[in-house]
């Protein structure tokens, strides 16, 4: 069995060179950022589906579980969680976009799924989005950490080299597979506000944005979540206003501005915050469908 036999084509289109933007949802999700971001570029960019990959063989159904859907209010049928991905052609560049929960089993095989689709369009850089939980004030600008690990990019990009050791997640495992096929990667991570660990972030999900649309060299698409930016700050200015504690926490964050996140601690940068977020077994399950949902409700909007 081959890489490719796991990859479910929806379409087949002529791309030049794409960068691959990737997000997944769980542990390297904080505050749904990076799905959001994700969310948010496919339908700026009007993207198309790509493919699928089949979760058979990368998904602990019994923690990552389907759902159960009903059409028309008679048929019932089954939602399985997938990664997914989509195709856009912007000013700047074509890209992939991938979107879907962090595998439970077979993380090299996955890999090698996604690299697969690099090498079919031959892709030219791997961009992936993360987000964790800091100790940082969301009135500050959000700080989004990049890194890669050739000397290449992080000239070109101005980047840092990552220097984490530790636990890590399946981001770091497709950037080590995308290494190996002589792709080169980056990896963004926004810092999220670890009171407002619950609340969504527009926030961060921009400041993402903003960081690889700078990156592929396309204008970023900031405009689609600024009435959220501004509800979010609001509903985190009520949360405070409510809280004593909470008030002078953030005082003191404000005080300390970026050095309340300590960027001389590599452990803290990428995963230590992150054991704090809640993951439920739902996580990613239906997230093609909460792409089409978000889509509708950005309409509305």
Known sequence: MTAQDHVRWLSQPQ???PTIIAGFNGWNDA??????AIRTLIQAWNAEPLAEIDPEEFTDFAT??????????????????????????TPGADVILLLGPEPSLKWRLFSEQIVHVA????????????????????RSDVQVLATANDDATIDRFELSRSRYEGPTGIISVVHDGFLNASIPGVSLWAAVP?????????????????????IIGTPAPLSYLHNQVVAYDHRVEEMIDDDEDLREYVERLDELGEDAFGVENPNQLEFEF?????ITEDDGAVLADEVEQFLRDQDKN
Request: aromatic share 4%; hydrophobic share 45%; with cysteine.
């Open 15 to 17: 791309l030049q060179t």
């Open 31 to 36: 505050a749904d950022a990076s799905s959001t």
């Open 64 to 89: 990552i579980r389907p759902s159960v859907k009903i059409d028309n209010g008679i048929t019932r049928s089954i939602v399985w969680p997938k990664v997914s991905m989509w195709h856009a052609s």
């Open 119 to 138: 090498q079919h369009f031959n892709a030219h850089m791997l961009v992936t989005i993360g987000a964790l939980l800091a100790d940082v004030s969301h």
């Open 194 to 214: 670890a009171i407002a660990s619950q609340i969504p972030s527009p926030k961060a999900a921009n400041a993402l944005i903003a960081r690889a649309c700078e």
């Open 274 to 278: 992150s054991d704090n977020q809640d």
